[in-house]
């Protein structure tokens, strides 16, 4: 049986076919024939909406399997890890990967929609392994962003690439071997 990946785009006109799908092809091929990803079109990609990206997410969370890997880019990391904490999903995670996710709160970008959470650490399943991959070449969300996600939850693996732009050069070895670490 292939363990399931989850994969959520970034936001931007075209990012699902000219952008992120290049991370998916990457991470397809760094997994090997041993993983499933799941990469869906969110809505109005141009204009991420939480409330529409938080349904579009459950909805996708409930055609999982137990211990599936959440991976998400961009501001679609930053839409995930805020539905996580408001109380989704309603099965077992292998792991929550964030890539180049823009930090909401303090020192960080404001919330189009989502309110800073104070207690995001505490908010996430406590068994799941969180993994923050951020680009110190990456000119769209600040590096810093990595380390405030790193304060917001403590237990999180930091893993900060150097020479690596908000797409990580369109190169997601690093992610892999983090997942194929896991269980």
Known sequence: MKRQVLFIQGGGEGAHDDWDSKLVESLRRELGSSYEIRYPRMPDEGRPDYVAWKAALERELERLEDCAILVGHSIGATILIHALADGMPHRQLGAIVLIAAPFVG????????????????????????????????????????????????PRAVLHLLPDRDHQLNNHLGEVAEAIKKLR
């Open 106 to 153: 303090e020192d960080g970008w404001p919330g189009d929609g989502m309110m800073p959470v104070d207690d995001l650490g505490a908010r996430l399943p406590g068994d799941v392994p969180i993994h923050v991959v951020h680009g110190q070449a990456d000119e769209t969300a600040p590096p810093s962003h990595a380390a405030l996600y790193r304060r917001a939850i």
